[in-house]
């Protein structure tokens, strides 16, 4: 994403405080009994791809068998976030499929077909804090919330395009709000990333303020693209499918447009050429 303001934002909201929903990484019991009850065993290639394609996030463990330390705390991390389903796979054709070795998590995206790889790169094995960390670093769906943990997600990703529902989620029609962002969420996969930001949360107020946004204007839409900064703001009296959809492809068709269009040294090499 570069060194662009918004990016700033990013790394400001991650210095003011601790990861939502993470804590700091600790597990409760370190020694709690090795578990299976929320970890799915995959046998081959074809259930991986099964298991990955039916879910938004997912994480896999890629082991050379079952008695390993590191596959117990692997047990404690599905535990500790059921949310997040978790597979294991002892298949070496697995590994060679997904160009990996034994000792490694993956976790895949599928809202910007992404992946981010766990390794056990110092030989030590991975603690399930660590995985628990991991996992909420990088885990992005199809509306994401913006706290300081998704946000280095958000930062790593290939999606230029962010498009931010500002609104209030005490409100009581934020529930239908979400629902209907969500569903053109859909519409924009591997395209553009949605992303929700809390006007309760005291650090947003710079992203509102970054889009000279006030609490009274919200619910607002802000689209923002990484590379070079172009942005745009919808103000809205209510948030619906068809809304969220021609305020997006306008601006794709309008970055399209400009991508098509000759820069100047191409437009002066043109006339000279007449």
Not at 30 to 40: C, E, G, L, W, Y
Not at 110 to 128: M, P, Q, S, V, Y
Not at 236 to 248: A, G, K, M, N, P
Not at 250 to 273: A, H
């Amino acid at each position: 994403m570069g060194t662009s303001m918004f990016t700033c934002l990013f790394i400001i909201l991650l210095t003011g405080g601790s990861p939502a929903g993470c804590t700091d990484g600790r597990v409760s019991s370190p020694d709690m009994a090795r578990s299976q009850k929320n970890t799915v065993i995959l046998n081959n290639t074809v259930d991986i791809k099964a298991f990955i394609s039916a879910v938004e996030v997912a994480v896999v463990g890629f082991f050379q068998d079952l008695e390993r330390a590191e596959v117990s705390e692997f047990f404690q991390a599905a535990d500790l976030i059921p949310e997040v389903p978790f597979g294991l796979s002892t298949s070496p054709s697995a590994w060679s499929q997904y160009n990996t070795t034994a000792g490694t998590l993956v976790l895949f995206r599928k809202t910007d077909g992404d992946r981010r790889d766990l390794n056990n790169t110092d030989g030590e094995e991975i603690k399930a804090e660590t995985i628990i960390r991991f996992v909420r670093m990088n885990e992005l769906r199809l509306v994401t919330e913006y706290n300081p943990t998704t946000a280095i997600g958000l930062m790593q990703s290939s999606v230029q395009l962010h498009l931010l529902l500002i609104a209030d989620k005490r409100s009581s029609e934020h529930p239908e709000h979400m629902h209907r962002f969500r569903e053109a969420a859909e519409l924009f996969q591997g395209k553009i990333l949605f992303i929700l930001v809390d006007s309760n949360v005291k650090g947003n107020e710079q992203v509102m303020s970054f889009f000279k946004l006030k609490k009274s204007q919200l619910p607002a839409l802000a689209i923002f693209h990484t590379e070079d900064e172009e942005q745009d703001v919808l103000l809205l009296d209510e948030v619906s499918v068809e809304r969220v959809q021609d305020f997006c492809n306008v601006f794709l068709q309008r970055k399209q447009k400009k991508k098509d269009e000759p820069d100047e040294s191409e437009k002066k090499t043109i006339n000279e050429e007449l």
